[in-house]
């Protein structure tokens, strides 16, 4: 079936870094791609998305690069701060269906 | 306030015994949808809804079942619950203009024995 691969699983940073996080999909007719901050004991909350006739998003310090031909979208955090310390998911929608990668834990270190 | 709200938010049964989860939402939200999430699995699609009496199959509907009656709800129902759906089960919504960017409800966690 359509899989969603995320990477690193794990990612450490020193505060002030920035950080990035890797998505690939394989439906090549995904065409909206959200990524998700879930931190500790709570709900999973939409940070930014992108969809398929954009290749960049940027807002504040969090921004998102798709390129479609690789079927690949990034997360790119700069001057990480110990509150994006958190688990962060992207996915991959195509229609009414959504598939969502494992998660990257990332930890921003004071 | 605009929310999701999921009930109960923690429950413990035992093999068998059927079970709803509800979920509403007051954001007059056309699309839900239920996800369960597992420890390195992320979050996997079990059902979705597109509107009132439409609903599809996700990645993971066996042993679940889901109505929708009206706008507002989508109960998750477990006929005969089985330790494997030991979970934590989110309900999500998007209204129709928001390509599929989700609300999600606070979480239910599932512990079936």
């Known amino acids: 079936g359509e899989n969603v691969e995320q990477h690193p699983s794990t990612l450490s940073v020193q505060e002030g870094d920035s950080a990035v996080i890797k998505c690939t999909y394989s439906?090549?007719?995904?065409?909206?791609f959200p990524w998700y901050k879930q931190e500790l004991g709570k709900r999973p909350q939409l940070i930014i998305d992108?969809?398929?006739?954009?290749g960049e998003k940027k807002d504040q310090r969090i921004a998102v690069t798709l390129n479609k031909t690789a079927k690949h979208f990034s997360l790119h955090i700069t001057e990480t701060q110990p509150e994006d310390s958190a688990v962060y998911f992207c996915?991959?929608?195509?229609?009414?269906?959504?598939?969502f990668g494992a998660g990257t834990r990332l930890f921003v270190k004071a | 306030e605009a929310q999701v709200t999921q009930n109960p938010r923690y429950l413990i049964t035992v093999t068998g015994k059927k079970l709803t989860v509800t979920c509403s939402q007051n954001?007059?939200?056309?699309?839900m949808s239920w996800y369960r999430q597992d420890p390195g699995l992320g979050l996997r699609q079990i059902y979705y809804?597109?509107?009132?009496?439409?609903?599809d199959k996700g990645d993971v509907p066996e042993g679940y079942k889901v109505s929708r009656k009206e706008k507002r709800n989508f109960p998750l129902i477990l006929e005969s619950p089985s330790p494997n759906q030991t979970s934590l089960y989110f309900c999500?919504?998007?209204?129709?203009?928001?390509?599929?960017?989700?609300?999600f409800g606070p979480g239910t966690r599932l512990t079936v024995t």
């Open positions: 992108i969809r398929s006739n954009v």
């Open positions: 809804s597109m509107n009132v009496e439409v609903t």
């Open positions: 439906d090549s007719a995904s065409n909206y």
């Open positions: 999500a919504s998007s209204p129709r203009d928001r390509g599929l960017g989700l609300y």
């Open positions: 996915a991959a929608s195509r229609g009414f269906k959504t598939i």
């Open positions: 954001m007059n939200h056309e699309y």
